[in-house]
């Protein structure tokens, strides 16, 4: 192979493989010299690619950990499996999974190959994940076109489906996607209204990049710093989400007694709740403030399966006490049809 570059490119191909490659087998495979070999693995070097030589009669290479991530090259099923899984994972605002895998699966499919966009559409459409059922399901496809529009400075027209039904057509300028362990938000100026806005992704609609660009505007965050691109940071975006939030949600200061150890209790408690503290009795007390809805705060309270009381605020200790009622109306059976177990059909 005389063309250095698809040499180079072949050779790191093969180097990305989990294993040693003797010299000998690597000249064999690019028909080279082994002297060759040893000028190429030189060059990758210096290109940042961390290769190890190994010593002995037959002398190996193998790519190994470096200080700094280099360009990987990826086969058509390597580059399918990931694009799937980053989708199935930024499809749905689990604890844990921020904005940097949507901006990896948004730098992913801008690359990818048409035959391999459509293979990657099929695979997704063509399964159904099991969620847990406390957050909102996203299609991709949204994410990525959000993501690539504020990394590119572009602005979005897109159908926005507000809490009470009411549709409008939006024109914004985005600014950061955030991620709060249930839902997906983007922050954004609204031309239309000439002030910034919050959008919950999931009623976020037919979302296009317009072409136009735009310079980023600093966010009306007090103390906020600057970052080298010119605007605020990520940090600051998520400030002003939690303080949109807060004006739309009354906060909530959560008293809870659980009747089980810290760790028991913070493991199966969504992190922003923050982790209570040991009563010295066996059992551990969450002091906390969120701007979560009564029915999500209830409903992960009981999820944490242990024994537990709730202090305040009013407002949850009333909305406990109705829903148990309910939950034992249920359980009693009282004004329902006998149930009849039936199994899944049979295909």
Known sequence: MSDTPARLLKLLSLLQTPREWPGGELAERLDVSPRTIRRDIDRLRDLGYPVEASRGS??????????????????????????VGLRAGAGHAIEGVDEASVRALAKLEQVLPSRLRHRVSALQNATVPLTRGDGSTIDPR???????????RERLRFAYRSGDGTRTKRQVEPYRLVSTGQRWYLVAYDLGREDWRTFRVDRVGEPYATGARFTPRPLPIEG??????????????????ARSMRRMQP??????????PAEFVTARLPAHL????????GGCRLRASCTDSLEWVALRLALVDCEFSVAGPPQLVAYLEGLGARLTRAAAGAGTEPRQEAGPEQG
């Open 58 to 83: 037959v002398g190996g290479y193998r790519l190994v950990a470096g200080a700094a991530m280099p360009p990987l090259l990826l086969d058509d099923e390597e580059a399918v499996a990931i694009a």
């Open 251 to 260: 906060e909530l200061r959560l008293d809870v007694w659980f009747g089980a």
């Open 274 to 281: 923050g982790a209570p503290q040991p009563d010295g009795e």
């Open 142 to 152: 949204t994410l990525t076109t959000l993501a690539s529009a504020a990394t590119g």
């Open 224 to 241: 906020a710093g600057s970052d080298k691109d010119g605007g605020t940071g990520s940090g600051d975006a998520a400030t002003f989400l």
